[in-house]
């Protein structure tokens, strides 16, 4: 079965499919896709914690044990003002809209390639996954390794995540934590006397943190050398809803962000940032996804760099869904597309690389399944 991944890829742009929305419709258009290019397809669907319908597919091609599986997700960020992100166009050879970098291209890319193989082609199985929610802490792919029968009932040995990495094989990247801390305070007009800020409430906290910054940034035990930058990018947003300077805030919130790295004190650092909020009675939540860490020269590695023609496999600081799949199946991370283009206005691949990356993973399926 052929297909031409930059028409697919547009079609998949144009099907919006943002993640606080369902992707119900994307969904089934791919599992009509897969089913055609001769793969059984496996529904894993569930209500999200916001009462919206969201479906995950796990598709399988071949008999036997072991194989590769390819895996991407179809939510994206939203498409945002200031320009048409839902409408693809090829431009100076660049194909552009929502979802061209992360991930609908390296997806389309995917199916492309596996779609070239007929089942009796294959020695071991090929295994293709789109997940939802990646974008909302890799929901989707944790619930698939627990909730897929094809998956449970027989791993593929290899995983390759097909997130934009310009085709360049990443054997580690980092994770990472949100920590949300909530300051409540009652509001009247300051003439009055009579309210309380949260912002107040909240500013020793902040200060603490603010001191905290160039610790993670200085401190060896917060670093890993193998990443670029070595540091955990800890970082800090703060909002009251935009209160009026003669009106005491009623809320005040601060978004924290940690970045996770192997051997780098991740848990401590989130913890020493706990402690803090909880000493100053504010109210705290915090999630985290961790870290990613493969064989820099595995076997899987080398057929990587093999099929791409890379030196070596490489650390990248972004997260992916393989922190989720590492623990199942020997995981790389391998896409087509720049990490600088993901979530942005204008968001582009280039063409060349898109079609590049459908003869990788057609040479990495040749190798591992055949």
Same mark, same amino acid.
């Given at each position: 079965?052929?297909?031409?991944?930059?028409? &697919?890829?547009?079609?998949?742009?144009?099907? =919006?499919?943002?993640?606080?929305?369902?992707?119900?419709?994307?969904?089934?258009?791919?599992?009509?896709?897969?089913?055609? *290019? @001769?793969?059984?397809?496996?529904?894993? /669907?569930?209500?999200?914690? &916001?009462?919206?319908?969201?479906?995950?597919?796990?598709?399988?091609?071949?008999?036997?044990?072991?194989?590769? *599986?390819?895996?991407?997700?179809?939510?994206?960020?939203?498409?945002?003002?200031? #320009?048409?992100?839902?409408?693809?166009?090829?431009?100076?050879?660049?194909?552009?809209?929502?979802?061209?970098?992360?991930?609908?291209?390296?997806?389309?890319?995917?199916?492309?390639?596996?779609?070239?193989?007929?089942?009796?082609?294959?020695?071991?199985?090929?295994?293709?996954?789109?997940?939802?929610?990646?974008?909302?802490?890799?929901?989707?792919?944790?619930?698939?390794?627990?909730?897929?029968?094809?998956?449970?009932?027989? #791993?593929?040995?290899?995983?390759?995540?097909?997130?934009?990495?310009?085709?360049?094989?990443?054997?580690?990247?980092?994770?990472? /934590?949100?920590?949300?801390?909530?300051?409540?305070?009652?509001?009247?007009?300051?003439?009055?006397?009579?309210?309380?800020?949260?912002?107040?409430?909240?500013?020793?906290?902040?200060?603490?943190?603010?001191?905290? $910054?160039?610790?993670?940034?200085?401190?060896?035990?917060?670093?890993?050398?193998?990443?670029?930058? =070595?540091?955990? @990018?800890?970082?800090?947003?703060?909002?009251?809803?935009?209160? $009026?300077?003669?009106?005491? /805030?009623?809320?005040?919130?601060?978004?924290?962000?940690?970045?996770?790295? =192997?051997?780098?004190? &991740?848990?401590?650092?989130?913890?020493?940032?706990?402690?803090?909020?909880?000493?100053?009675?504010?109210?705290?939540?915090?999630?985290?996804? *961790?870290?990613? &860490?493969?064989?820099?020269?595995? =076997?899987?590695?080398?057929?990587?760099?093999?099929?791409?023609? /890379?030196?070596?496999?490489?650390?990248?600081?972004?997260?992916?869904?393989?922190?989720?799949?590492?623990?199942?199946?020997?995981?790389?991370?391998?896409?087509?597309?720049?990490?600088?283009?993901?979530?942005?206005?204008?968001? #582009?691949?280039?063409?060349?690389?898109?079609?590049?990356?459908?003869?990788?993973?057609?040479?990495?399926?040749?190798?591992?399944?055949?």
């Amino acid at each position: 079965m052929d297909i031409d991944v930059v028409e &697919f890829a547009s079609e998949l742009i144009a099907m =919006p499919s943002e993640t606080p929305t369902s992707n119900r419709a994307i969904s089934d258009y791919l599992r009509g896709v897969l089913e055609a *290019g @001769g793969f059984a397809v496996e529904e894993c /669907a569930y209500i999200d914690e &916001f009462d919206v319908e969201k479906v995950s597919l796990v598709a399988k091609k071949g008999a036997g044990a072991g194989g590769l *599986g390819l895996f991407s997700h179809s939510d994206t960020v939203p498409g945002d003002a200031g #320009w048409e992100p839902f409408a693809p166009e090829v431009v100076d050879g660049r194909l552009v809209g929502r979802g061209a970098a992360d991930m609908k291209g390296p997806l389309a890319a995917s199916v492309a390639a596996a779609c070239r193989f007929d089942a009796g082609d294959l020695k071991r199985p090929l295994v293709i996954g789109v997940t939802a929610d990646e974008e909302r802490a890799h929901v989707g792919a944790h619930d698939i390794v627990e909730r897929s029968q094809t998956l449970t009932g027989g #791993w593929p040995q290899y995983c390759i995540v097909c997130e934009p990495s310009e085709l360049q094989p990443v054997y580690a990247h980092k994770g990472g /934590a949100g920590i949300t801390v909530t300051a409540l305070g009652v509001a009247a007009h300051s003439s009055t006397d009579r309210g309380t800020s949260a912002n107040f409430r909240i500013a020793p906290f902040l200060a603490e943190m603010a001191e905290l $910054a160039p610790v993670f940034k200085s401190e060896e035990r917060f670093q890993n050398p193998l990443f670029d930058p =070595p540091t955990n @990018g800890f970082n800090m947003v703060i909002s009251d809803g935009d209160t $009026a300077t003669n009106v005491t /805030a009623a809320r005040t919130v601060a978004r924290l962000s940690i970045r996770a790295m =192997p051997d780098a004190c &991740f848990e401590e650092a989130v913890q020493m940032v706990l402690d803090r909020a909880e000493a100053h009675g504010l109210e705290v939540q915090h999630r985290s996804v *961790g870290p990613f &860490f493969a064989s820099a020269d595995g =076997p899987l590695a080398q057929t990587a760099c093999r099929a791409t023609g /890379a030196p070596r496999a490489i650390t990248v600081p972004y997260g992916t869904e393989a922190e989720c799949y590492q623990d199942y199946m020997d995981a790389l991370v391998l896409g087509p597309g720049s990490i600088a283009q993901a979530h942005t206005v204008g968001e #582009w691949i280039a063409v060349a690389q898109l079609r590049e990356a459908v003869e990788v993973y057609t040479r990495l399926i040749g190798e591992l399944c055949r």
